[in-house]
């Protein structure tokens, strides 16, 4: 089993930026697709962001697009999650997740999940 670690959630300004990291340990063969997710109060948990093993496909839900870069390092099996631009509708906690093969956006598709941190866009 892979264990995930997010960080870099926190409070800020509409406009602002935020950087959420996502180290992964044990199992890190698990982890040939790694996405982030939110869920808000109320609302079920939803698909944000994904990359490919090699970083050469990434994937976007629409409302983030042009806002959210993900990336990774894979030397530091790390996931990065560059949000820009966050609006007071991006607030939610944030996850990070991990799987190994095909699968779609849906949350049952990933198998390894972090614990969350949680963002807050204040306005």
């Known amino acids: 089993q892979v264990q995930l670690v997010e960080s870099g959630g926190g409070l800020v300004q509409a406009g602002g930026s935020l950087r959420l990291s996502c180290v992964a340990s044990g199992r890190t063969f698990s982890t040939s697709v790694m996405g982030w997710f939110r869920q808000a109060p109320g609302k079920e948990r939803e698909f944000v962001a994904a990359i490919s093993w090699s970083g050469g496909s990434a994937y976007y839900e629409d409302s983030v697009k042009g806002r959210f870069t993900i990336s990774r390092d894979n030397a530091k099996n790390t996931a990065y999650l560059q949000m820009n631009s966050l609006k007071p509708e991006d607030t939610a906690v944030y996850y990070c997740?991990?799987?190994?093969?095909?699968?779609?956006?849906?949350?049952?598709?990933?198998?390894?999940w972090g614990q969350g941190t949680q963002v807050t866009v204040s306005s």
């Open positions: 997740a991990a799987r190994r093969g095909y699968g779609s956006t849906l949350p049952a598709d990933f198998n390894s």
